[in-house]
């Protein structure tokens, strides 16, 4: 055996064992790796009581899009999106308690996720950016977080694009949570890796990609990190008695909804309902489309992004 084959097999054994002893590790090194190759850059701060994880790709001279993921997702739900952004600065925060973000609560009071204090917060972290004019997209959780904010806050968001947004509630839950619901349980909730499996593949209208099992495991470690805030977040959610369709009702920002029509977690009849109570709304509901559209079809998903900015500008 010559001596580059034997330092091949050495490396090679060498990467399985750390594949093997420490798979959060190398799941990290991978995710890392892909932002970089897709041009981003991992960036923290602490913003009053909260460690902020963001995503950010451009630069400073480009008009910025704000993207905000869903429950239980990150800022990776959108960076497959960038190569067909390259003309905007990306910024694409993890929401917290989601991802790597976190807040501190004080002595006397826990943190407040509620949809509001969550576009609040959202807010604050723009500000410490210097951000305050730019393109706003959400998608589930993250549209809901994007409506609020849009309404508290319309003068500084130029178009607001909504994937799949929660909390339509002219419009029943799908069958297949109707039961768990009524039960009081939340049917989302993530605590093994059989949990993730589900979401993901009822997540997408066709087979779901291929995920690591490194990576699934890191990433059911930090949901369960969460503990009973990913309950509190799921239920103050739904039972919100400020809808999607009544807060973005009186906003005139203009807006592009797109959204599934396979859409297996949230209704999609709730898009109809939501274009037509806004003033300023814009429909797109692709065929064997499901919930995460910018990580199903991410050059589409970027496309009708980018058209619909382009008739604003």
């Given at each position: 055996m010559n001596s580059s084959l034997t330092i091949t097999l050495v490396i090679g054994l060498l990467a399985g064992l750390i594949w093997i002893l420490f798979p959060v590790f190398c799941a990290r090194l991978l995710i890392r790796a892909n932002n970089f190759r897709l041009g981003f850059k991992n960036k923290?701060?602490?913003?009053?009581?909260?460690?902020w994880h963001w995503?950010?790709?451009?630069s400073a001279e480009q008009p910025v899009i704000v993207m905000i993921h869903g429950y239980n997702g990150d800022s990776g739900n959108w960076i497959n999106m960038a190569p067909w952004l390259k003309d905007y600065r990306l910024i694409i925060p993890d929401i917290p308690?989601?991802?790597?973000?976190?807040?501190?609560?004080?002595?006397?009071?826990?943190?407040?996720?509620?949809?509001?204090a969550q576009a609040r917060r959202l807010d604050r972290f723009l500000q410490h950016l210097g951000i305050d004019k730019f393109y706003l997209a959400g998608n589930s959780m993250g549209g809901y977080i994007t409506g609020s904010y849009t309404q508290q806050f319309e003068s500084k968001v130029l178009?607001?694009?909504?994937?799949?947004?929660?909390?339509?509630?002219?419009?029943?839950?799908?069958?297949?949570?109707?039961?768990?619901?009524?039960?009081?349980?939340?049917?989302?909730?993530?605590?093994?890796?059989?949990?993730?499996?589900?979401?993901?593949?009822?997540?997408f209208s066709h087979k779901a990609p291929y995920v690591p099992a490194p990576v699934k495991k890191m990433l059911v470690k930090?949901?369960?990190?969460?503990?009973?805030?990913?309950?509190?977040?799921?239920?103050n959610m739904i039972n919100d008695t400020q809808s999607l369709e009544k807060i973005l009702a009186t906003v005139a920002t203009p807006t592009l909804i797109f959204w599934g029509e396979a859409d297996e977690i949230l209704n999609p009849a709730g898009a109809v309902i939501l274009r037509d109570q806004m003033q300023n709304a814009k429909l797109l509901m692709p065929e064997k489309t499901g919930h995460v559209p910018m990580l199903e079809y991410p050059r589409l998903a970027a496309k009708e992004l980018t058209n619909f900015i382009e008739t604003l500008v």
């Amino acid at each position: 055996m010559n001596s580059s084959l034997t330092i091949t097999l050495v490396i090679g054994l060498l990467a399985g064992l750390i594949w093997i002893l420490f798979p959060v590790f190398c799941a990290r090194l991978l995710i890392r790796a892909n932002n970089f190759r897709l041009g981003f850059k991992n960036k923290h701060a602490q913003v009053d009581n909260c460690n902020w994880h963001w995503l950010e790709s451009g630069s400073a001279e480009q008009p910025v899009i704000v993207m905000i993921h869903g429950y239980n997702g990150d800022s990776g739900n959108w960076i497959n999106m960038a190569p067909w952004l390259k003309d905007y600065r990306l910024i694409i925060p993890d929401i917290p308690p989601f991802g790597d973000s976190t807040c501190t609560a004080s002595y006397a009071n826990k943190v407040d996720y509620s949809i509001p204090a969550q576009a609040r917060r959202l807010d604050r972290f723009l500000q410490h950016l210097g951000i305050d004019k730019f393109y706003l997209a959400g998608n589930s959780m993250g549209g809901y977080i994007t409506g609020s904010y849009t309404q508290q806050f319309e003068s500084k968001v130029l178009g607001l694009i909504l994937y799949s947004p929660a909390n339509i509630t002219a419009v029943p839950p799908l069958i297949k949570f109707r039961a768990a619901l009524n039960k009081g349980d939340n049917p989302l909730k993530v605590e093994t890796i059989a949990d993730f499996e589900w979401l993901i593949n009822s997540s997408f209208s066709h087979k779901a990609p291929y995920v690591p099992a490194p990576v699934k495991k890191m990433l059911v470690k930090r949901i369960r990190a969460i503990g009973e805030a990913e309950d509190w977040i799921f239920f103050n959610m739904i039972n919100d008695t400020q809808s999607l369709e009544k807060i973005l009702a009186t906003v005139a920002t203009p807006t592009l909804i797109f959204w599934g029509e396979a859409d297996e977690i949230l209704n999609p009849a709730g898009a109809v309902i939501l274009r037509d109570q806004m003033q300023n709304a814009k429909l797109l509901m692709p065929e064997k489309t499901g919930h995460v559209p910018m990580l199903e079809y991410p050059r589409l998903a970027a496309k009708e992004l980018t058209n619909f900015i382009e008739t604003l500008v």
